[in-house]
Nanobody, 119 residues
Framework: QVQLVESGGGLVQPGGSLRLSCAVSGSLFSFNFVGWYRQAPGKERESVSNITSSGRTNSADFVKGRFTISRDNAKNTVYLQMNSLKPEDTAVYYC?????????????WGQGTQVTVSA
């Protein structure tokens, strides 16, 4: 059973930084990609950033230049470094992973970690 465990959320002032971690139970290379979604109160869940098995990264326009996704293959962990945080970044951040096996796609989610940006 694949497990994704997030950590690193919290309360931060506008302009501050946080680093989220997602520990994956399995090799990162076994997934098409691993990444982050977020969901703010009253809004739909949206993709933030992801990193593919080959190391290619994709990020939403609203975080480009502020957030950076990276990974440590030896630790099976994906990180989201968030800088210049804004109040509108407040949301629950979810780690997400997807793999395709024999043409069947499997998706996995973590439990989420709260990020609150407030003065």
């Amino acid at each position: 059973q694949v497990q994704l465990v997030e950590s690193g959320g919290g309360l931060v002032q506008p302009g501050g930084s946080l680093r989220l971690s997602c520990a994956v139970s399995g090799s990162l290379f076994s997934f098409n990609f691993v990444g982050w979604y977020r969901q703010a109160p009253g809004k739909e869940r949206e993709s933030v950033s992801n990193i593919t098995s080959s190391g290619r990264t994709n990020s939403a326009d609203f975080v480009k230049g502020r957030f950076t996704i990276s990974r440590d293959n030896a630790k099976n962990t994906v990180y989201l470094q968030m800088n210049s945080l804004k109040p509108e970044d407040t949301a629950v951040y979810y780690c997400h992973a997807l793999r395709t096996v024999s043409l069947v796609t499997y998706t996995y989610w973590g439990q989420g970690t709260q990020v609150t940006v407030s003065a």
